[in-house]
């Protein structure tokens, strides 16, 4: 799936956002990422089992889903959004992202997510997004609502479903404070 950021393209090329695509480059960067998160544990908040182990990571990032990631000055990941096109009644995306703890929070990131959420809106309708976190606030703000509970999506607690529509999102503060 293609970001369509037209008028956004010279903040996009300042935030150096990246393409996953199959290269050794890239992989190596993937490989390293999979281990930080398995040293700090990270991946068991951020995945479902199938998914903490190095294939299951990288499988998850192979087209055709599309995956944008940035770097920081070390070269190693610190922002990784990736998402599956797949059609209902309404084109739609399903979502995950993961941003470095240093990182979470920033303006920088809250640009980097308002960018490829107006990017998506371009071809879809609706995101969907998967959470463990039962405070669902913060995605509240960036127009996302809550759908419902997901008993064994992680095995051992809840996964709650989100939506977030065109008009939620832009009527959402992420949408009003970047």
């Known amino acids: 799936m293609k970001l369509d950021l037209g008028q956004y393209a010279g903040q996009v090329e300042k935030l150096s956002f990246k393409i996953y695509t199959p290269t050794i480059e890239n992989d190596v960067l993937f490989l390293r990422l999979w281990i930080k998160l398995s040293e700090t544990?990270?991946?068991h908040k951020l995945l479902n089992p199938a998914q903490h182990t190095l294939f299951g990571f990288m499988a998850l990032f192979q087209p055709p889903v599309t995956t944008i990631f940035t770097l920081n000055v070390q070269?190693?990941?610190n922002y990784l959004t990736w998402f599956t096109e797949f059609s209902c009644a309404t084109?739609?995306?399903?979502?995950?992202l993961w941003v470095d703890r240093a990182q979470r929070g920033s303006r920088n990131m809250l640009l980097k997510q308002k960018l490829v959420h107006i990017g998506l809106f371009q071809n879809i309708s609706l995101i969907y997004a998967v959470t463990r976190q039962q405070n669902i606030d913060r995605f509240r703000?960036?127009?996302y609502n809550l759908v419902g509970q997901m008993p064994g999506f992680y095995v051992d607690e809840l996964g709650f479903m989100l939506v977030a529509t065109k008009e939620s999102f832009e009527s959402s503060r992420l949408f009003s404070i970047v």
């Open 41 to 43: 544990g990270e991946i």
């Open 75 to 77: 070269n190693q990941i």
């Open 91 to 96: 084109p739609s995306v399903f979502t995950g």
């Open 141 to 143: 703000k960036c127009g």
